[in-house]
């Protein structure tokens, strides 16, 4: 007889105990062990939560190399329970010690297979058991990981109505629930103890609604409150606000903007011509917002316009020269300048705001970050095994993802949401302006280095979101580079792996519509296009998501700097009664409506997992492990830097501090 000492890791989690009776198999090159009973002196707190237990298997003879284990777990006294194992080391009696990584719960009375922690591409499995074992493992996970069809047009999302209806691996922790349903709650509360939920009359001053602000403030929203006013600061917005990525360099003027030189006073540096010459004009362009219908707000017609602004870069600053408030010009849609009437001009502005909140929320910040993270999760789970080195590598960039998605398609899009009942693109506007902008987006767009050129703002100063964004675009790409270059070590590995291909194939056909114009690979054909799109995901799920999601409070709770919708059609002529900004701006239940769903949108929970720390560890060699430990340095060194520029600056930008956003679209 030989000895097999297996030792089992408990997730230290609440709930994560078993009483129930827990049974092993083990599995290898040369034969399988009998079924034991993994019994041990405590009893049923041998699998107590964070607890690390001891026992035996003995086999007849060597088991030779392990690659499998079986585990099930039958329930005791009739009590069927949920167990969440980390991972469980078996040493053999040859003093080799395998580590098989979990991080899974079990529920049930099934049998559980997982492979030994070294990653193996599927053409190099060589054992028939081991083939079989990855073969059964992605049939289960095809019908646990189904796709579904949200709104023709858009991406598809993962079938399922309630988070419930989700495998229990990939729902939130028992904290995560009960802080997200409280911080919930408790905004909603406050309003009600506050009678503003009902109230649909305009706000009778700004004063009012200052009462309301403060009741909730952060350092940044007050300075926003502070400086919304403030030319600087609208232009400061488009470089480190929630939507940093709309800006362009203007090289030439769309025909359906005719501001000339003489319209516009650029301070003594030539002309506007000129200047576009020299590369100092941007602009933003809401055309997406075009035509769309706005929506009725509790039972009053809102207005969204499609604006373009023009701006200009003098002395390290941007600021904004032109606004018009439509796309066709004509006798009643005037363009605006900074000398106009101080009112006309910030009506003008007020308006560009909120075709910004609509923009941000639906382009940016849900499409391009939770819908694609989305997708890029649920291709992972059905196509790749977790013995696969890119499940490894991603799957901790998929927490919470699939749930914070559906609760979203609950609570903010549904029929009865929150956006769709208070937003000015509530309704059919929202589903219109998300399919222009998937069938607009391209891939080089979501690669910060390509998109930063592509806009011709690489040079501009002072923009913080670009200048953090690069260097962690650096940062993960190094990373995923010599991860995946130990592993794919010539480009044939890459061609030859039809579960890397089974991945790309269902993100370019249930992602991006299998729409071709969009650049997305439909294929990978080498190591170098695989580690650019697989940092492209990475990014995307942490940094970008945090650039978008979590300044939504600090820039939108002050209302009128970003108004939810607008109640009255936009001036036609120039000479804007000072009256007349209470009753655009939104109604006093769609304001605090707004106001309590960006507090939750942008509250972080406990659990809270940062960029680059990976608490259930996937790999087990030692040079991923390694390369993982240089990867935090790299982070670290990343984030002090952060924090030292930050230091001088009035209104420091810390959303790309790594320490500060999690790894995956949790929140």
């Not at 002050?558 to 919708?565: E, G, H």
Request: glycine share 4%.
């Amino acid at each position: 007889m030989v000895n097999y000492e297996v030792t089992v890791y408990t997730t230290n989690c609440a709930l994560a105990t078993t009483i129930n009776n827990v049974y092993i198999k083990l599995v290898g090159s040369e034969g399988e062990s009998n079924r034991s009973w993994l019994w041990g002196f405590k009893g049923s707190l041998a699998l107590f939560k964070g607890d690390v237990a001891h026992f035996t298997v003995s086999c007849r003879k060597s088991l030779g190399t392990l690659f499998l284990i079986e585990l099930d777990k039958q329930h005791f006294l009739l009590f069927q329970d949920s167990w969440y194992p980390s991972k469980v080391e078996v040493r053999s009696p040859e003093g080799d010690t395998y580590c098989f990584p979990v991080h899974r719960w079990i529920t049930d009375r099934e049998v559980h297979l997982f492979r030994e922690g070294k990653a193996v591409i599927a053409f190099e499995e060589t054992h028939p058991l081991a083939k079989d074992a990855r073969e059964q493992e992605l049939i289960g996970r095809k019908k646990d990981y189904c796709w579904e069809e949200l709104k023709e047009g858009l991406p598809h999302c993962i079938k399922g109505k309630s988070p419930l209806s989700l495998p229990p691996e990939v729902r939130f922790s028992y904290t995560k629930d009960i802080e997200f349903v409280w911080t919930a709650a408790t905004g909603e509360i406050e309003l009600y103890v506050k009678g503003l939920e009902k109230r649909d009359e305009p706000w009778t001053d700004i004063d009012a609604f200052d009462r309301v602000f403060r009741c909730k403030m952060t350092e940044t929203s007050e300075y926003v409150e502070e400086q919304w006013q403030e030319d600087e600061f609208f232009a400061y917005q488009y470089l480190n606000g929630v939507n940093p990525i709309m800006i362009r360099c203007c090289k030439v003027l769309p025909e359906n903007f005719p501001v000339t030189n003489d319209m516009v006073f650029l301070h003594g540096h030539g002309s506007l011509t000129e200047e576009i010459e020299r590369g100092n004009i941007f602009l933003c362009d809401y055309k997406r917002l075009d035509g769309v219908t706005a929506n009725t707000i509790n039972g009053k017609k809102q207005y969204l316009m499609a604006p373009l602004v023009l701006f200009h870069k003098r002395q390290g600053k941007l600021m904004p020269i032109a606004i018009q408030l439509k796309q066709t010009p004509a006798d009643d849609n005037p363009i605006f300048f900074p000398t106009d009437s101080a009112y006309d001009w910030m009506m003008a502005k007020m308006f560009v705001r909120s075709a910004d909140f609509q923009e941000h929320e639906l382009n940016v910040h849900l499409l391009r970050t939770h819908l694609l993270a989305e997708v890029f999760a649920v291709s992972l789970l059905r196509n790749v095994p977790m013995v696969h080195p890119l499940y490894k590598l991603l799957v901790p960039h998929t927490r919470y993802t699939l749930q914070i998605n559906i609760l979203a398609r609950l609570a903010l899009i549904s029929e009865k949401g929150v956006f769709t009942e208070f937003a000015a693109s509530g309704g059919e506007a929202m589903f219109t302006i998300l399919k222009r902008s998937l069938s607009s987006m391209t891939y080089k767009s979501l690669c910060i280095q390509d998109d930063v050129d592509e806009r011709g703002v690489r040079d501009m100063p002072n923009y913080y979101y670009k200048d953090d964004g690069l260097r962690l675009w650096n940062v993960i790409l190094t990373f995923v580079k010599e991860v995946l270059s130990y592993y794919y070590k010539t480009d044939d590995v890459v061609v030859k792996d039809s579960e890397l291909q089974d991945w790309i194939q269902d993100i370019f056909e249930h992602g991006f519509l299998s729409q071709e114009q969009t650049g997305i690979p439909q294929k990978f054909s080498t190591v170098a296009e695989l580690i650019k799109f697989v940092t492209m995901v990475i990014f995307t799920c942490s940094c970008q998501h945090s650039a978008v999601n979590s300044g939504q409070y600090d820039y939108g709770a002050w209302m009128p700097n970003t108004p939810i919708s607008l109640q009255r059609p936009p001036p036609t002529t120039k000479g804007t009664k000072d009256h007349i900004m209470m009753q655009t701006l939104p109604d006093i239940s769609t304001t605090v409506k707004g106001m309590s769903t960006l507090w939750l949108l942008s509250k972080e929970s406990s659990d809270f997992v940062p960029l680059g720390q990976y608490p259930e560890q996937y790999f087990t060699e030692g040079f991923p492990r390694k390369l993982i430990k240089r990867f935090q340095r790299e982070l670290l060194q990343l984030s002090v830097d952060i924090k030292i520029r930050n230091e001088p600056l009035s209104l420091p930008y810390t959303y790309l501090d790594p320490a500060s956003f999690e790894n995956s679209v949790a929140i």
